[in-house]
């Protein structure tokens, strides 16, 4: 990682333009000097689990102290940082620290985030990604995710989430962050009867960071993994060289660390026996287990444990990753799994868990690592959605978040009546009915709404045929409650051969990493279905190159 100084701030230098984010080469030898340090981070962050008590005393604590967190990381994340977006923002709203105190003090944490909103210290998703100039009265600059990095935390290892065009979205990891999200392990292990239960990760290697940082996260909660299961191979065709690199030294590295961690084994979503196998014996040791990964995997595991007559009572499901539907949970259910579904995104990981009293997709927020507002703002052509806004709380945190969209919609209820033992710790804010507003999630992966309106207008007229308007992806249910994107293909578009359009599309995603994630998910499961229909007709007469799952209708919000 390189880093240079710039009005006091660690900046990252970005070569040629503030915009761009490019993969590093990384030689062999550079990859295994690095190893060695993850190596030697790894073992210690391992060696010493944190307890249930210890963990609970930590959250209830961070909980009760958490406007006076917020001014502490402002003081030590922002005020230093001319240069740092929050910075910036709020001194385009003429705002000093001790006007942001008064707020506190006055109004609390969510009225003075609020208010602060209001004023327009806020970073829209579009402004994160550097894609439009942040634009507040006659204050304008341009940034990018690099501007967000925890300048005083160092990175441990470095990640990147891919976009449409192939560069990637870079992040920086710390294993103090990671040490933070395991102190939610041991109290949702409890809630869910399984600590102390055989656990295992079904979630995939790079460039997904996600497997990688669940392992490590339920070690440091006092449940180490004895399995990790991979939606892909640790060889995957047409991600980056220096990730490749990266999964084929994750053995050497649990070997180096001696930390008894797991190594990735391959087990795609549609065929599940190994992790059900597992799940069986673990069960038939310990009298239950616990599994996490993405909700449709799951659900793909619970529906084989059906058809094949496999009992999995006394297993903990942790689904994330992606809507968990009341399809997919009454999968789960009737394989006798008991879920607990998870809200979780990159890179700050889980930030809400489901309690048994919490109704349809409802989430407790881990309020003490982070404090979450809403913004009214526009949702395609025909609706006004409720932007979630995100504050970091914690000095740990790896970006520094003041009002930043991650890009989800959804509803936030507070200080909720309920007596489950989140509540207990003071976690009273849930997190309800979230989607995408501009990705597309099916099978755990994200990708960029852009993209499918690059397919459906430009790639497939060209090369299959027909015109802008014919081709429409839309994220639904599938079986028994999986999510899968299908593409709907007008009848008037003739001779028309699925293969081949499957084929075109294939070659499409492989542009960049996350795009050859999907196809290589979608092909394990018999490629992205395709249906001869008309495209969906919005309210206002539009057809969009994509429809995304909508969240359940509510008239009355749910009991908590």
């Known amino acids: 990682m390189e880093a240079t100084r710039a009005d006091g701030a660690a900046r990252r230098s970005r070569p040629g333009s503030e ?148 560069r990637g979205t870079p992040m920086e990891l710390s294993f103090a962050w990671q040490r933070r999200q395991g102190h939610q392990r041991p109290v949702q292990l409890e809630m869910a009867g399984a600590l102390g239960k055989p656990s295992a990760v079904w979630l995939p290697v790079f460039p997904s960071a996600a497997g990688f940082g669940a392992v490590m996260k339920n070690a440091v909660g006092g449940s180490r993994p004895e399995r990790w299961f991979s939606q892909i191979p640790t060889d995957l065709e047409g991600i980056a060289d220096h990730k490749q690199t990266a999964n084929r030294f994750l053995p050497a590295l649990n070997a180096l660390a001696r930390t008894g961690l797991p190594s990735p084994e391959h087990v795609p979503s549609d065929d599940p026996e190994p992790v059900v ?110 932007a979630l806004l995100w504050t970091s709380l914690a000095i740990e945190a790896p970006r520094v978040l003041l009002n930043v969209e991650n890009d989800d919609y959804g509803r936030i209820r507070r200080d909720v009546d309920c007596s489950c033992p989140l509540a207990d710790l003071g976690l009273r804010t849930l997190v309800a009915d979230i989607r995408g507003m501009s990705k597309v999630v099916s099978a755990g992966i994200s990708l960029d709404g852009e993209l499918f309106d690059h397919l459906a207008e430009v790639v497939l007229p060209d090369r299959v045929g027909g015109r802008p308007g014919d081709y429409q992806f839309v994220e639904q249910e599938g079986p028994s409650g999986s999510t899968v994107v299908a593409l709907r293909v007008h009848p008037r578009v003739a001779s028309l ?39 969906l007709v919005t309210a206002a007469g539009k057809i969009l190159s994509f429809d995304r799952l909508r969240a359940p209708t509510r008239t009355q919000p749910g009991p908590p």
């Open 19 to 166: 915009r761009a984010y490019h993969r590093p080469t990384v030689r062999t030898i550079e990859m295994a000097r690095r190893g060695w340090k993850v190596a030697r981070g790894l073992r210690r962050l391992v060696r010493d689990p944190v307890s249930l008590d210890q963990a609970r005393r930590v959250i209830a604590d961070e909980v009760a102290r958490r406007p006076e967190r917020f001014l502490s990381s402002l003081d030590r994340l922002v005020w230093p940082y001319p240069s740092s977006p929050a910075h910036r923002l709020l001194q385009a709203a003429g705002l000093e620290r001790e006007d942001v105190t008064t707020l506190v003090t006055d109004r609390g944490l969510v009225g003075a985030l609020e208010a602060l909103r209001d004023a327009g210290v806020y970073v829209t998703h579009e402004e994160y990604h550097g894609r439009r100039p942040v634009q507040r009265g006659s204050s304008s600059f341009d940034c990018g995710p690099a501007d967000f990095f925890n300048p005083i935390v160092p990175a441990d290892y470095m990640a990147a989430t891919s976009g449409t065009s192939g």
């Open 277 to 386: 196998r597992w799940l069986v014996e673990a069960v038939g040791r310990a009298g239950g287990a616990a599994l996490t990964g993405y909700a449709s995997s799951l659900t793909s595991a619970a529906r084989w444990a059906v058809e094949h007559d496999v009992d999995l009572t006394g297993v903990a499901a942790f689904p994330a990753s992606e809507p968990v539907t009341e399809g997919k949970v009454a999968m789960m259910r009737a394989a006798g799994m008991t879920p607990h579904p998870m809200y979780a995104f990159t890179p700050e990981g889980t930030v809400g868990l489901q309690c048994p009293s919490c109704v349809g997709e409802e989430y407790h927020l881990w309020d003490q690592d982070l404090a979450v507002t809403s913004r009214r703002r526009p949702h395609g052509p025909d609706e006004e959605v409720d």
């Open 497 to 535: 051969d699925e293969e081949a359009v499957r084929e075109v599309l294939q070659a499409a995603l492989a542009d960049s990493d996350n795009g050859a994630l999907a196809a290589a998910v979608w092909a394990a499961e018999g490629g992205i279905p395709v249906e001869r229909a008309e495209p």
